[in-house]
DNA sequence: TTCGGGGTAGAGTGATCGCTCTACTTGCGT
DNA sequence: ACGCAAGTAGAGCGATCACTCTACCCCGAA
């Protein structure tokens, strides 16, 4: 990847973040990537494209600032791992999932679905490693999405409700 | 609420909820509506005020899919709640929440995201009342959110993990 | 010194969009 | 019988969109 490539999609990210995937044209996308207009369709040959290279850049963060030198105890790394969520959340994402929203906006299209569904699964899988409890790892999901979309309306109680959940469901699997 | 109106609400709901809300023109929409353009404009008066009338009849559809006539007994409930937020992404919402897709649309719209608010917030009062699980109202929209959102991902699979978890939390309560 | 790859600036294009307007029809109360 | 409210059909308008193209600049290697 090149320094261009990066700059154009850390841009990308950002203004898809803050504008949704519907609204900012690609004039939009063009002054906040920092580069020409001829330059970002060389990388990014159609607005389509621009979306992908943004999630990509945002999978990447995402995984980083979430799982990154998690402590080795399961349960402080659940719990860091939820706290974790928030503080993206309160950072970076204060509207949504940005890979719901990419998919909420154009709910047809095959690739935004893989997309999305590849995410996912990477999150479930790597906190499920995590937390020690692979044996509830679609249970551990939903906790994740529910605290992912209730912190919008709940902040910070969101995080510590998800917290009491993870514990509950760790005590009733023994 | 005419006759006229309540048709093109539902229609309105039904063009939004297959395409999305970015994508279908006003035209489509009148189609799904079943007026004429006119007719269309005279119920609702912009593009943004068709979409508020799409999420208001959803609104109402979707409570009393999930809480008209619950048993009594609050497992029972509980459970009944968690399987007809399944059945309802099975019939009606296989691309996820409509609410979160018009939010992610437009992000930036204070009135999509008040609407959004005061459904998410009686959804979990009307869920808190009927499981008997007040104490507990945002660990239980922690569950449904989580719930529709990884229905997607997981299918029924995941409406009994969040069953599991709703049994759990109220082991956990005492 | 020259030349080519990779960048910038920005005007232009055809299509599509939200929305309005004119002209006509239909059904009902008096 | 008549008038009016409420509907249909669909052409037209101005703005905006994604995308292309021309013309130019800069810099490092041969």
């Known amino acids: ?49 621009m979306v992908l290279a943004a999630l990509e850049n945002r999978h990447q963060r995402y995984l980083s600032h979430v799982f990154d030198g998690l402590p080795d105890n399961t349960e402080d790394a659940t719990n860091a791992i939820l706290a974790r969520v928030g503080t993206w959340m309160a950072k970076e994402a204060s509207h949504g999932c940005l890979f719901h929203a990419a998919v909420a906006a154009d709910p047809n299209s095959d690739t935004l679905r893989r997309f999305l569904k590849r995410h996912k699964a990477e999150v479930a899988s790597r906190a499920a490693a995590a937390t020690g409890l692979e044996v509830a790892e679609t249970e551990l999901l939903v906790i994740v999405e529910g605290l992912t979309q209730a912190w919008p ?3 910070d109680a969101a995080v510590e409700a998800a917290i009491r959940l993870a514990h509950a469901l760790r005590v009733s699997l023994g």
Chains 1, 2 share one sequence.
């Open 1 to 49: 990847m090149t320094d261009t490539m990066s700059k154009i999609a850390a841009g990308l990210e950002r203004a898809f973040a803050r504008g949704g995937f519907a609204e900012p044209s690609v004039e939009t996308l063009r002054d906040a990537a920092g580069v020409s207009l001829r330059t970002l369709y060389k990388y990014t040959p159609s607005r389509d494209d």
């Open 153 to 155: 309306l709940h902040g």
